[in-house]
């Protein structure tokens, strides 16, 4: 689907939608082997959801308590996703466009983002979306950030799937969106290449 004001053959310089992969030398310890779904990007900045890195310390069950929401019989077996460094008591709703509401904002046509209580809510109750992904916090980039991050060696992209973004198999989600763009991590150089 092409955006407005995007011609036949370009393509749009914005991340929304796709994955971003730390690169092996990701000087930032809080995003070493990341994979984060972009759920937007713009001139004005990005921000994005880390997909592969659970809490331990923290349950659903735990959640919807601290929350004050009731739960009628076994709530499911979620795991609670670190979202990033920005806002980390802050919990968002990564999931599949089968369920929106109001406050929802849909990133494309499989993948929406919602954080209201409504959608935990639902989760709780066996009505919420066919699948999806909980996480406290984000990762934020201010104008142009991003960009420069990319440019300097620090992330690579790659086309989203919804098995990378809602799969269960957090461990090895690095090494398979590396794989889906054809890269061997141990070829790639931890520095900037200069000409």
Same mark, same amino acid.
């Given at each position: +689907? *092409?955006?407005?004001?995007? /011609?036949?053959?370009?393509?749009?310089?914005?991340?929304?939608?796709?994955? *971003?992969?730390?690169?092996?030398? +990701?000087?930032?310890?809080?995003?070493?082997?990341?994979?984060?779904?972009?759920?937007?990007?713009?001139?004005?900045?990005?921000?994005?959801?880390?997909?592969?890195?659970?809490?331990?310390?923290?349950?659903?069950?735990?959640?919807?308590?601290?929350?004050?929401?009731?739960?009628?019989?076994? /709530?499911?077996?979620?795991?609670?996703?670190?979202?990033?460094?920005?806002?980390?008591?802050? @919990?968002?709703?990564?999931?599949?466009?089968?369920?929106?509401?109001?406050?929802?904002?849909?990133?494309?046509?499989?993948?929406?983002?919602?954080?209201?209580?409504?959608?935990?809510?639902?989760?709780?109750?066996?009505?919420?979306?066919?699948?999806?992904?909980?996480?406290?916090?984000?990762?934020?980039?201010?104008?142009?950030?991003?960009?420069?991050?990319? +440019?300097?060696? @620090?992330?690579?992209?790659?086309?989203?799937?919804?098995?990378?973004?809602? @799969?269960?198999?957090?461990?090895?989600?690095?090494?398979?969106?590396?794989?889906?763009?054809?890269?061997?991590?141990?070829?790639?150089?931890?520095?900037?290449?200069?000409?």
């Amino acid at each position: +689907m *092409l955006n407005i004001g995007q /011609s036949l053959g370009e393509q749009s310089p914005y991340l929304a939608g796709q994955l *971003l992969i730390a690169m092996p030398g +990701m000087a930032d310890p809080r995003f070493e082997k990341s994979v984060i779904y972009m759920c937007a990007h713009n001139a004005e900045g990005a921000m994005g959801l880390v997909v592969n890195r659970a809490m331990e310390e923290l349950t659903f069950p735990d959640m919807l308590e601290q929350l004050g929401i009731d739960v009628t019989g076994d /709530s499911p077996a979620i795991n609670i996703h670190f979202g990033g460094p920005v806002e980390s008591g802050r @919990g968002f709703v990564l999931h599949s466009s089968d369920y929106l509401q109001a406050a929802t904002m849909v990133v494309d046509d499989d993948v929406a983002l919602t954080a209201t209580l409504d959608i935990l809510k639902a989760i709780a109750g066996g009505s919420g979306p066919m699948q999806r992904l909980l996480a406290l916090g984000y990762a934020g980039w201010g104008p142009g950030q991003l960009d420069g991050e990319i +440019m300097s060696n @620090g992330w690579l992209s790659v086309p989203a799937d919804l098995d990378l973004v809602f @799969g269960a198999d957090l461990d090895h989600k690095w090494d398979r969106a590396m794989d889906k763009i054809g890269i061997d991590p141990r070829m790639l150089s931890e520095e900037a290449g200069h000409a």
